[in-house]
């Protein structure tokens, strides 16, 4: 069973505090949303549990077993998959090979210049399987900047769930998703695979609720509090936290 | 004795002069992240034109520099405006060929109006001969290349770090989304930035002629040399350019004298060594 | 409905490449061979593209594929030149012999000066590339005991190949010994290219961070590509020594290095034919144009070059692969 635990994790960028005593758990199986205003530090917290960023101080496990030694694509090959915030993929490659690439990672395949056929053929219904998964059958010979946004984003979660992670982190899975698109994109999230442990980030509260079984609230690089999504829905401090500082997000915090 | 005020009198002359060309290249790809592997050219362009000046036209060196300086400032902000603004954002690699394009074309125009050998200039009477400070006699042409050092890297810090200008560009090398977002007009900025340093890398060709000599092929022979100083000091900071133009300069000049068949190795295991030690430069910061 | 159309797809990717193996390979040879029949007088100069065209090719694969933009790629090249032309004169004159040592001496300096280069990016990167071709020029320049220096290392005679096949002064062996290193070494490139390893070579040139994310240890795997660069380039150099009976200083040089680059951009970088393509339309352009100026040329590269950049990103290649996408979708839409 995969535990993936946070330590008190801290990051200063010179004197600016991005990540300040971080702690938390995800274990398999979990579902946890982790909000919090613009700024708040939920993508470098990402940052730091891939590898991306070093952290100033804390520590980082999975299984027990130390990460925040090792590399990014150490820490990727011991289980920990992430999407991002805005779609990194492989833009002039078709949607095939975007797989393709991330299934020979997994398979440890990517160094190999003769691929012998039987391996191929199981890359292939890798591909399939994944794309069936998520709709993206069709796309599977387009290239990727000829593919709609919503699209795109499925594609992101894709590359991350070929790597058959243990843990995912979602960042922000449907942003700059039209309300209606981004449905699809739920639909897929709901639909992973139990026994996978996900922290999502994400900004409108309505996937949030329901998505998440347990809720981390960020604010200024610290967590303000953890609890189920009723808990939190009654939080003094979470509503003044967005009431008083974004208005920009209200319209996801009230309808 | 005799010796190292020599290496140190040449050396630190020969860093002057790559400091006051490469200069305008360490702000502009501070501030647009843009290589300009023609910037040398500017330098070039400045050398041909005072010499022609002062040939065809019969001015003096100074009016020869002034006037140079000046057009080559002037020519060089419609190539930034419409040539060099078209890659801003591209890969190193589309930059590095534009202008790479750019020294071709270059030297194939200089060697139709100059012809292949060396170009002249005449530099004025008053600093030919040799001075005496103390017990030792130097050429008088070095030390004013000295000052002429000294001055432009007064007047650069007083820009950068007096004047609103210098905050405005300051700002845009930080953070250009961020200074557009609070109204600095980077636009116009690019283009002041880029005319300043392809005027100071006229200077610099113009005062430098005696070193490094002007002929048609100059922005190739010496791109290296220009990127090298950027590269070593880190782009965008003023103290790292006249730092590695310095070190450059002396490690290539004390070779010439103590070693010379090793002087151009012992410049690029220079470069080698800090860019292998410290990738983003002696006063870079890291990314 | 949906599966048939995903199976059809992916195996119509495969198998574009599968119905007539080693096309590009034979449409190379007949090509090459045509250009004897049709150029019987200038063999010296084909055998000269041929092997400029294989280090072109090797320069494809690091810069092209996997997005390494150096600028001192003929620093390999000059090692096999100088290290094939060494092993002639001193050890044993067997041209493959020497062609294999010249190869390897290409990417054992790419490996050892990738493994420091590699570690840097952007501008760094492209400013170490050029300080090493430029470290050992200068070292070939001042060791002239050895390199013979500014003259070149002259006096490399290799043996008839296979023993049978004697260098002749038409350069008969010489055109078509290149032409098979470079048939061969495009089949071999190839292969790399479609492989498990090119794919993810393409996604590192495309998205860096991501392959970091996906697991992928980038720095490695550009060092092997970048070592495989410097074995092809080492080939060229190999080549040029055993053809050319001479190592010039020049094999080594900053034009060297630039001139390819050029070649590859014109042709188009993204695919392998470009470099072919590339070489050819610049060294005959070249030869003719420097006939009537050298210094004229050089608007022409210019503008060329400039021209490649701004106007036509994927070079001369792109010219003839949008056309065939654009009719592969209309046929694909009528059927």
Redesign the interface.
Same mark, same amino acid.
């Given at each position: 069973m995969a535990e993936l635990r946070i330590d008190g994790i801290c990051k200063n960028f010179g004197g600016l505090v991005v990540a300040s005593d971080v702690t938390f758990t995800l274990s398999a199986g979990d579902r946890t949303a982790l909000i919090g205003p613009n700024g708040a530090g939920k993508t470098t917290l990402v940052n730091l549990i891939?590898g991306?960023l070093k952290p100033s101080s804390g520590t980082i496990s999975l299984d027990g077993k130390p990460l925040t030694r090792l590399s990014?694509?150490?820490r990727?090959?011991a289980g920990i998959?992430?999407t991002?915030q805005v779609s990194?993929?492989?833009?002039?490659?078709?949607v095939?090979?975007n797989l393709?690439?991330?299934i020979?990672?997994?398979r440890r395949?990517?160094?190999?210049?003769?691929?012998p056929r039987a391996d191929a053929d199981a890359v292939?219904a890798q591909?399939?399987r994944i794309?069936?998964a998520l709709r993206l059958?069709?796309a599977?010979?387009r290239e990727v900047r000829h593919l709609p946004y919503g699209e795109q984003r499925l594609l992101e979660i894709a590359?991350a769930l070929a790597?058959e992670p243990r843990v995912l982190l979602l960042d922000e899975p449907a942003a700059g998703v039209p309300r209606g698109e981004s449905e699809a994109i739920m639909e897929v999230v709901a639909a992973l695979p139990a026994d996978l442990a996900v922290l999502l980030i994400e900004h409108d509260m309505d996937l949030v609720f329901r998505f998440a079984r347990k809720i981390i609230v960020l604010a200024s690089g610290a967590v303000l509090t953890v609890g189920t999504p009723e808990a939190v829905a009654a939080d003094g401090r979470v509503k003044q936290l967005y009431f008083g500082r974004e208005h920009d997000e209200h319209r996801h915090v009230v309808h | 004795m005799n010796l190292l005020i020599s290496i140190l009198v040449d050396g630190v002359s020969y860093g002057m002069i790559l400091f006051i060309i490469s200069i305008g290249l360490s702000i502009t790809m501070g501030l647009m992240r843009v290589v300009n592997m023609a910037h040398g050219g500017f330098a070039m362009l400045g050398g041909f034109f005072a010499a022609a000046i002062m040939a065809w036209l019969g001015l003096s060196f100074a009016a020869g520099l002034a006037i140079a300086t000046v057009v080559v400032a002037l020519v060089s902000v419609p190539i930034e405006r419409y040539l060099m603004r078209l890659v801003y954002g591209r890969h190193v690699l589309d930059q590095a060929l534009l202008s790479i394009g750019m020294i071709y074309i270059i030297i194939a125009a200089a060697n139709l109006l100059f012809g292949s050998s060396i170009t002249t200039l005449q530099i004025p009477h008053a600093l030919t001969g040799w001075v005496t400070i103390g017990d030792h006699t130097m050429p008088k042409y070095r030390i004013f290349i000295i000052v002429a050092g000294l001055v432009v890297l007064g007047l650069l810090w007083f820009a950068i770090e007096r004047t609103s200008f210098g905050i405005r560009v300051r700002a845009a090398v930080d953070n250009s989304a961020i200074a557009q977002s609070v109204g600095i007009n980077t636009s116009l900025l690019y283009s002041v930035a880029f005319g300043i340093g392809a005027g100071l890398a006229a200077l610099g060709g113009i005062i430098g002629a005696q070193i490094m000599p002007m002929e048609s092929t100059y922005a190739l022979k010496y791109l290296v040399l220009v990127l090298a100083v950027v590269t070593v000091g880190g782009m965008g900071t003023v103290t790292g350019s006249f730092v590695a133009a310095l070190l450059l300069g002396l490690v290539n000049t004390a070779a010439i004298y103590l070693v010379p068949s090793l002087a151009s190795v012992a410049f690029y295991i220079a470069m080698f060594l800090v860019l292998t030690l410290r990738p983003q430069g002696l006063f870079g910061r890291s990314a | 409905m949906?599966?048939v159309?995903?199976?059809r797809?992916?195996e119509?990717?495969r198998a574009g490449r599968r119905t007539v193996p080693f096309l590009p390979e034979i449409i190379l040879a007949v090509v090459g061979v045509a250009a004897f029949f049709l150029f019987p007088d200038d063999l010296a100069f084909l055998a000269q593209i041929v092997i400029t065209a294989l280090f072109v090719l090797s320069l494809s694969l690091v810069l092209g594929q996997a997005g390494i933009p150096t600028i001192g790629h003929a620093a390999y090249m000059g090692t096999g030149a100088y290290v094939a032309g060494l092993f002639a004169i001193h050890f044993n004159q067997d041209p493959l012999l020497g062609l294999l040592i010249g190869g390897l001496a290409g990417a054992a300096m790419a490996a050892i000066t990738g493994a420091l280069l590699l570690r840097t990016q952007h501008l760094t990167f492209v400013m170490l590339t050029i300080a090493v071709a430029q470290i050992l020029y200068e070292i070939a320049n001042q060791a002239s005991g050895i390199t013979g220096g500014d003259n070149g290392l002259s006096g490399v005679a290799v043996n008839p190949i296979f023993g049978v096949f004697q260098f002749d002064l038409y350069s008969h062996t010489a055109y078509f010994y290149s032409l098979v290193v470079l048939v061969i070494s495009y089949f071999l490139i190839r292969? =790399?290219v479609e492989?498990?390893?090119?794919?993810?070579s393409?996604?590192i040139h495309?998205?860096r961070?991501?392959?970091?994310?996906?697991?992928?240890? =980038?720095y490695r795997?550009l060092l092997?590509v970048f070592t495989i660069g410097g074995l092809f380039a080492g080939f060229a150099g190999a080549l040029s020594a055993q053809v050319a009976q001479v190592v010039g200083l020049s094999s080594l040089s900053f034009s060297t290095s630039g001139d390819a680059l050029v070649m590859l951009i014109v042709g188009g970088s993204?695919r392998l034919p470009g470099a072919l393509i590339g070489t050819v339309v610049f060294m005959v352009i070249q030869h003719v144009a420097s006939n009537v100026n050298p210094y004229h040329w050089l608007f022409i590269i210019g503008g060329l070059l400039i021209i490649a950049v701004l106007v036509l990103p994927g070079g001369l290649i792109s010219l003839v692969d949008k056309p065939a996408a654009w009719l592969r979708q209309r046929r694909a839409a009528r059927g």
């Amino acid at each position: 069973m995969a535990e993936l635990r946070i330590d008190g994790i801290c990051k200063n960028f010179g004197g600016l505090v991005v990540a300040s005593d971080v702690t938390f758990t995800l274990s398999a199986g979990d579902r946890t949303a982790l909000i919090g205003p613009n700024g708040a530090g939920k993508t470098t917290l990402v940052n730091l549990i891939t590898g991306a960023l070093k952290p100033s101080s804390g520590t980082i496990s999975l299984d027990g077993k130390p990460l925040t030694r090792l590399s990014q694509p150490a820490r990727a090959q011991a289980g920990i998959a992430r999407t991002f915030q805005v779609s990194r993929l492989f833009r002039d490659q078709t949607v095939g090979d975007n797989l393709r690439i991330a299934i020979h990672q997994q398979r440890r395949q990517s160094l190999r210049v003769v691929q012998p056929r039987a391996d191929a053929d199981a890359v292939e219904a890798q591909v399939e399987r994944i794309l069936t998964a998520l709709r993206l059958q069709h796309a599977v010979g387009r290239e990727v900047r000829h593919l709609p946004y919503g699209e795109q984003r499925l594609l992101e979660i894709a590359l991350a769930l070929a790597l058959e992670p243990r843990v995912l982190l979602l960042d922000e899975p449907a942003a700059g998703v039209p309300r209606g698109e981004s449905e699809a994109i739920m639909e897929v999230v709901a639909a992973l695979p139990a026994d996978l442990a996900v922290l999502l980030i994400e900004h409108d509260m309505d996937l949030v609720f329901r998505f998440a079984r347990k809720i981390i609230v960020l604010a200024s690089g610290a967590v303000l509090t953890v609890g189920t999504p009723e808990a939190v829905a009654a939080d003094g401090r979470v509503k003044q936290l967005y009431f008083g500082r974004e208005h920009d997000e209200h319209r996801h915090v009230v309808h | 004795m005799n010796l190292l005020i020599s290496i140190l009198v040449d050396g630190v002359s020969y860093g002057m002069i790559l400091f006051i060309i490469s200069i305008g290249l360490s702000i502009t790809m501070g501030l647009m992240r843009v290589v300009n592997m023609a910037h040398g050219g500017f330098a070039m362009l400045g050398g041909f034109f005072a010499a022609a000046i002062m040939a065809w036209l019969g001015l003096s060196f100074a009016a020869g520099l002034a006037i140079a300086t000046v057009v080559v400032a002037l020519v060089s902000v419609p190539i930034e405006r419409y040539l060099m603004r078209l890659v801003y954002g591209r890969h190193v690699l589309d930059q590095a060929l534009l202008s790479i394009g750019m020294i071709y074309i270059i030297i194939a125009a200089a060697n139709l109006l100059f012809g292949s050998s060396i170009t002249t200039l005449q530099i004025p009477h008053a600093l030919t001969g040799w001075v005496t400070i103390g017990d030792h006699t130097m050429p008088k042409y070095r030390i004013f290349i000295i000052v002429a050092g000294l001055v432009v890297l007064g007047l650069l810090w007083f820009a950068i770090e007096r004047t609103s200008f210098g905050i405005r560009v300051r700002a845009a090398v930080d953070n250009s989304a961020i200074a557009q977002s609070v109204g600095i007009n980077t636009s116009l900025l690019y283009s002041v930035a880029f005319g300043i340093g392809a005027g100071l890398a006229a200077l610099g060709g113009i005062i430098g002629a005696q070193i490094m000599p002007m002929e048609s092929t100059y922005a190739l022979k010496y791109l290296v040399l220009v990127l090298a100083v950027v590269t070593v000091g880190g782009m965008g900071t003023v103290t790292g350019s006249f730092v590695a133009a310095l070190l450059l300069g002396l490690v290539n000049t004390a070779a010439i004298y103590l070693v010379p068949s090793l002087a151009s190795v012992a410049f690029y295991i220079a470069m080698f060594l800090v860019l292998t030690l410290r990738p983003q430069g002696l006063f870079g910061r890291s990314a | 409905m949906a599966e048939v159309t995903l199976r059809r797809a992916a195996e119509a990717t495969r198998a574009g490449r599968r119905t007539v193996p080693f096309l590009p390979e034979i449409i190379l040879a007949v090509v090459g061979v045509a250009a004897f029949f049709l150029f019987p007088d200038d063999l010296a100069f084909l055998a000269q593209i041929v092997i400029t065209a294989l280090f072109v090719l090797s320069l494809s694969l690091v810069l092209g594929q996997a997005g390494i933009p150096t600028i001192g790629h003929a620093a390999y090249m000059g090692t096999g030149a100088y290290v094939a032309g060494l092993f002639a004169i001193h050890f044993n004159q067997d041209p493959l012999l020497g062609l294999l040592i010249g190869g390897l001496a290409g990417a054992a300096m790419a490996a050892i000066t990738g493994a420091l280069l590699l570690r840097t990016q952007h501008l760094t990167f492209v400013m170490l590339t050029i300080a090493v071709a430029q470290i050992l020029y200068e070292i070939a320049n001042q060791a002239s005991g050895i390199t013979g220096g500014d003259n070149g290392l002259s006096g490399v005679a290799v043996n008839p190949i296979f023993g049978v096949f004697q260098f002749d002064l038409y350069s008969h062996t010489a055109y078509f010994y290149s032409l098979v290193v470079l048939v061969i070494s495009y089949f071999l490139i190839r292969q =790399v290219v479609e492989s498990p390893f090119g794919l993810t070579s393409r996604g590192i040139h495309s998205d860096r961070e991501r392959m970091l994310a996906l697991g992928c240890n =980038v720095y490695r795997h550009l060092l092997i590509v970048f070592t495989i660069g410097g074995l092809f380039a080492g080939f060229a150099g190999a080549l040029s020594a055993q053809v050319a009976q001479v190592v010039g200083l020049s094999s080594l040089s900053f034009s060297t290095s630039g001139d390819a680059l050029v070649m590859l951009i014109v042709g188009g970088s993204a695919r392998l034919p470009g470099a072919l393509i590339g070489t050819v339309v610049f060294m005959v352009i070249q030869h003719v144009a420097s006939n009537v100026n050298p210094y004229h040329w050089l608007f022409i590269i210019g503008g060329l070059l400039i021209i490649a950049v701004l106007v036509l990103p994927g070079g001369l290649i792109s010219l003839v692969d949008k056309p065939a996408a654009w009719l592969r979708q209309r046929r694909a839409a009528r059927g």
